[in-house]
């Protein structure tokens, strides 16, 4: 049974991607590694905002593996659009 404040976690995330994919469409800036980009910037604030400083939650652990994941991830879209702007074309 999820608790409140996991609950409150999820909810926040689903809210701020769907806000994000929503304001990147109507200012006609969508792509994808930008959506990823912001995706992970909002992912580490929320979790930074929504978990409490005296004691770790259980599931803390769990979330700090999706973190490290969405970090490698969002420097690999940086990387590759790093490579597409210097050698335009050396990646599709």
Sequence with gaps: MPTPRRLRFVQTQVA????????LA???AFSPGLFVLLGVIGFVTA????TPAEVRPRWYGRVEVLVTL??????????????????PGLLP
Aim: aromatic share 4%; charged share 10%.
């Design 70 to 87: 969405a970090l490698v991830t969002a420097a690999a879209v940086a990387g590759v659009r790093t490579v597409q702007l210097f050698e």
């Design 26 to 28: 109507v200012i006609g």
């Design 16 to 23: 701020l991607l769907l806000g994000l994919l929503l304001a």
């Design 47 to 50: 979790i930074e905002l929504l």
